[in-house]
């Protein structure tokens, strides 16, 4: 019924690296000892994110949005810096949707594909608030030490469009995230729900 893939995830794929098969991911956008690609398959993503869990990252991350009359989503987003950081730092901001009802495939070893009707997909990236590789947090006049706050406001458009899924605000949601210029891994993220 919807086609619910997005130019600018093909453009991450193709920047942070195309798994050969799915499902596969990315855990803060390492490369982990041994591997010579980001991507690693399900079965490894718990170990990784247990390895991540206890890193204190140098930033906090706020983010308040508002509905506008115009059907328009606002958002402010702060960074608190906790700690001094050098070279280049981004961030990105994805708009997500929850609960859009499909098809979904699935491959049974004893019948083949399959198809299950009413598949509640989640977490699918509707698109990118920011550039799709960030939008860049430092310059100049802004270097990131402890104590640094640097403030961001974003307009985002939600027009429905034909072959996608209704944009559904009571299952939307922006995932923010900082991460390092030249490497991409990512050092703080946050999920915040869509206030209605």
Not at 20 to 28: A, E, K, T
Request: hydrophobic share 35%; net charge neutral.
């Amino acid at each position: 019924k919807y086609d619910l893939r997005t130019d600018v995830g093909g453009q991450l794929l193709a920047s942070l690296g195309t798994p050969n098969s799915l499902p596969n991911g990315y855990v803060n956008r390492k490369f982990y000892a041994g591997k010579t690609y980001r991507f690693i398959d399900r079965t490894e993503w718990a170990d990784k994110v247990t390895s991540e869990k206890d890193t204190v990252p140098p930033v906090k991350i706020e983010f308040k949005d508002s509905l506008g009359a115009d059907g328009k989503l606002y958002g402010n987003l702060a960074l608190y810096f906790t700690a001094d950081v050098t070279g280049d730092y981004y961030i990105s901001l994805a708009l997500i949707q929850d609960s859009i009802i499909d098809v979904q495939e699935t491959t049974d070893p004893n019948v083949g594909a399959t198809y299950i009707a009413n598949y509640p997909h989640m977490h699918v990236l509707r698109k990118m608030i920011t550039s799709n590789l960030g939008d860049k947090i430092n310059n100049t006049s802004i270097t990131l030490v402890r104590g640094r706050v640097v403030k961001k406001s974003y307009e985002i458009e939600m027009i429905n469009e034909a072959g996608k899924a209704p944009y559904d605000k009571k299952h939307m949601a922006v995932v923010a995230f900082v991460h390092r210029g030249g490497d991409n891994v990512v050092v703080q993220c946050k999920e915040f729900e869509i206030k209605e």
